[in-house]
């Protein structure tokens, strides 16, 4: 089966860049069998708006059930494998500079080659204590055993309490995330915005600086976003990225 017809400015703008700044959202994992972040919750936690249990006020009200939907999310990522998406992406690599900034915080980017420069929205990968800070690592859990509740674990260094690496609503991106991101945009000759609907500031804002800066944008999304490109292409990550990579030659 032929993929679909690459929109020549995005081929052209595509064949030309030499440096690339991916900036991906939750549809570059959604054929990966993630569900992007406003897709409904599934079984246990359908009752459960994410926005809800994505915040501080959550984590201290009721820490075992953060912790427990967090530790589901890992386990289902780990169980998810990088689509044909993010494999492009690694090949484009080979013939390209190529970064990634992504609001994601599944490691698919990772796991398919790519350079992750930015992870915005942190990583469901890089636990730290809530109190002294330490990153931890830990094994990922078997889906089946996580029930409604789970006790976090306890820091070894300070008795604190292991968070999640993620960034919840109303905390700040990382320390330099932004301005990070900012640098690898004006370094770019070419943004390509992946699956992200534009709704979660400030993360949001980076195509219409990558326009105002003058680098080309293409975005990849089946659904309309208001965001600012020079190419809109309305397919899927997985569809679409492999046919422009298969382009380049
Ligand atoms: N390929 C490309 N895009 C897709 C696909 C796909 N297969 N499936 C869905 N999309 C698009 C949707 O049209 C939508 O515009 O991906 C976007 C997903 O939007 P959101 O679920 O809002 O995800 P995102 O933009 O990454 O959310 C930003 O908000 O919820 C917080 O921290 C969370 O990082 C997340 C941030």
Redesign the pocket.
């Known amino acids: 089966m032929s993929g679909p017809v690459v929109p020549q400015h995005a081929r052209e703008l595509a064949q030309a860049a030499r440096r690339v700044l991916v900036l991906s959202?939750?549809?570059?994992s959604?054929?990966s069998g993630v569900p992007?972040?406003?897709?409904a919750q599934t079984g246990l936690w359908h009752r459960y708006d994410?926005a809800e249990l994505?915040t501080p006020q959550a984590w201290a009200r009721d820490p075992g059930l953060v912790w427990a939907w967090y530790e589901w999310r890992r386990s289902l990522v780990a169980a998810c494998q990088p689509n044909a998406g993010h494999r492009a992406l690694a090949e484009w690599a080979r013939i390209a500079e190529m970064s990634v900034v992504t609001?994601?915080?599944d490691d698919l980017h990772e796991r398919a080659g790519s350079a992750v420069v930015v992870h915005l929205?942190g990583s469901l990968f890089a636990h730290r204590c809530d109190s002294c800070g330490a990153p931890v690592e830990l094994p990922v859990p078997d889906q089946a055993e996580i029930s409604g509740r789970l006790a976090p674990p306890v820091c070894v260094h300070c008795t604190g309490r292991i968070r999640p690496g993620v960034?919840w609503f109303g905390e700040a991106l990382p320390a330099g995330a932004l301005d990070e991101a900012m640098t690898q945009i004006e370094a770019s000759d070419l943004v390509m915005v992946?699956?992200?609907?534009?709704?979660?500031h400030p993360?949001a804002a980076l195509p219409g600086l990558a326009v105002s800066a003058g680098v080309p944008v293409v975005e990849?999304?089946?659904?309309p976003?208001g965001l600012p490109a020079d190419v809109h292409w309305p397919v899927?990550?997985?569809v679409g990225l492999p046919a422009l990579v298969d382009q380049l030659g």
């Open positions: 959202g939750a549809g570059m959604a054929e992007t972040f406003r897709d994410p994505a609001q994601n915080v929205h960034v992946v699956g992200t609907s534009g709704m979660v993360a990849i999304n089946p659904n976003t899927t990550a997985a």
